[in-house]
């Protein structure tokens, strides 16, 4: 038996252990319980990344995220909580600016819908362990089924977790500096990064999107019910970094939820 059999093995039984069907979520389960996982060669260089930059970057799935991080870094950055920065790199969640980008969770779940129903497109799939169960969806009911039965967000793959489950600290309260929405990339990118090329448009699916029945709508409004909070502090944040050029800012900080995620 060679070691890398070995250490396949090892991660199975780790993977069995803690309830998790990804590899990444071993690294996500570990943070949970307040333990430094073990950070691999590519992570140390997104991180070091990073640290030039002075900017950290959240990828929360199926906002854009590749086109900012190819933007930012000129490399993709992989999944990951904030809970997962707090817990290997704590001196760079100190030092740097966080941001993330998050989404109409309607039009999230409709690009997340369409992605894995079409096994993944360009050189990116869906995650093996869901692969085919994806693939099989004929329904946005048999999907909605499949959401509704996972009694946590390690049952579903990363384009279906909640927004709010990456940006969230331990307690379940946004940790992130700069929460910006979909619909003002572009100038939130200038502000924080204003030596960044223009965001490519990449990832992009050609797949027709279904259109949602009233109770579908609801029924992923109710799954979302955290994003919906977040997007309206997504707005205020927005409208704070551009220091009131949006339609946004007219809204007070009062007005913005104040409801842990």
């Not at 572009?186 to 490519?200: N, R, T, V």
Request: aromatic share 8%.
């Amino acid at each position: 038996m060679t070691g890398l059999t070995l250490a396949n093995r090892g991660r199975d039984i780790a993977k069995a252990a803690l309830g998790v069907k990804l590899n990444g979520d071993l690294s996500e389960r570990l943070c949970d319980f307040g333990l430094r996982p073990p950070v691999g060669v590519r992570r140390r260089q997104r991180i070091a990344l990073m640290h030039e930059r002075g900017l950290l970057f959240v990828h929360v799935p199926k906002a854009a995220g590749m086109a900012v991080s190819r933007a930012v870094y000129g490399a993709p950055v992989q999944h990951a909580t904030i809970r997962y920065y707090q817990t290997v790199a704590p001196g760079l969640v100190a030092a740097v600016p966080t941001f993330a980008v998050v989404r109409d969770p309607i039009s999230r779940f409709l690009s997340a819908l369409a992605y894995a129903q079409s096994g993944g497109r360009n050189a990116l799939v869906v995650s093996e362990p869901f692969r085919s169960t994806y693939a099989a969806f004929q329904t946005v009911d048999a999907v909605l089924d499949h959401l509704e039965a996972a009694t946590w967000p390690y049952g579903v793959d990363h384009i279906f977790r909640p927004q709010s489950w990456y940006v969230s600290d331990a307690r379940g309260i946004l940790a992130i500096d700069h929460l910006i929405p979909l619909n003002a990339l572009g100038a939130a990118l200038k502000a924080l990064a204003p030596e960044a090329p223009a965001l490519a448009r990449v990832n992009l699916s050609s797949s027709p999107k279904p259109t949602l029945t009233s109770r579908q709508a609801w029924r992923v409004r109710y799954l979302y019910a955290s994003d919906l909070a977040l997007s309206e502090m997504a707005r205020a944040s927005v409208a704070a970094l551009l220091g009131g050029r949006t339609e946004q800012s007219r809204r007070t900080s009062s007005e913005c939820p104040k409801t842990s995620i």
